[in-house]
């Protein structure tokens, strides 16, 4: 084969989404053009799982993306107001935290996360102090073993953003 004769192919641009788009992105496009839903006509427009969709949607709650505006007992009937929108791109909810591509930020929702992050940093005593615990839940908590962390959770997330200066709306509100 004489050189220069065989031009390498040029490779096509690949698209964001090979095929069909995560179900995540769809919700997260439905959020964003209704900015105020309910779980019902997601389910009914989108026909999710309700796992996925339920998993998703409260781990964007516990991110400050969404707030419950109708705190219904049956989780379809829930309706929910969008708070921030950040971008095209869907933020994509991992195990402990939230990743938002737009912003390139991660945010952890979970009480070991969060606490986890603090230890690299502070002793168990002084985290007790920043978030009105004992040494005791923080260690419970650490290890996996405290009854309920989701009722610690709402008392560091409300500490954590007025540390970071983000602005903390309560999903009671309105």
């Known amino acids: 084969m ?18 069909k788009k995560p179900m995540s992105q769809k919700i997260w496009e439905y959020i964003r053009r209704n900015k ?7 389910l009914i427009i989108l026909e999710p799982n309700n796992s996925t969709l339920k998993k998703y949607l409260f781990a964007l709650l516990r991110a400050g993306y969404i707030r419950v505006i109708d705190e219904k007992q049956i989780f379809e009937n829930r309706s929910f107001r969008m708070i921030s929108d950040t971008g095209v791109k869907a933020p994509t909810a991992n195990r402990g935290f939230v990743y938002d591509f737009n912003t390139n930020k991660e945010i952890f929702i979970r009480a070991v996360s969060i606490i986890n992050r603090y ?9 007790g102090k920043i978030f ?8 419970l908590i ?3 073993k405290y009854p309920n962390p989701w009722k ?6 409300v ?3 007025s540390e970071t200066g983000v602005q903390y709306e309560s ?4």
């Not at 009105?132 to 260690?139: D, E, F, P, R, W």
Request: glycine letters at 6%.
């Open 159 to 161: 500490v954590e953003m």
């Open 132 to 139: 009105g615990l004992s040494k005791a839940t923080i260690n």
């Open 142 to 144: 650490i290890h996996k």
């Open 119 to 127: 230890l690299k940093i502070k002793s168990q005593s002084e985290i």
């Open 2 to 19: 004489p050189k220069g004769k065989y031009k390498p192919r040029k490779r096509k641009p690949r698209l964001l989404y090979m095929g």
């Open 152 to 157: 610690v959770y709402e008392k560091i997330r």
């Open 171 to 174: 999903s009671n509100s309105e």
């Open 36 to 42: 105020v839903f309910c779980v019902k006509d997601i």
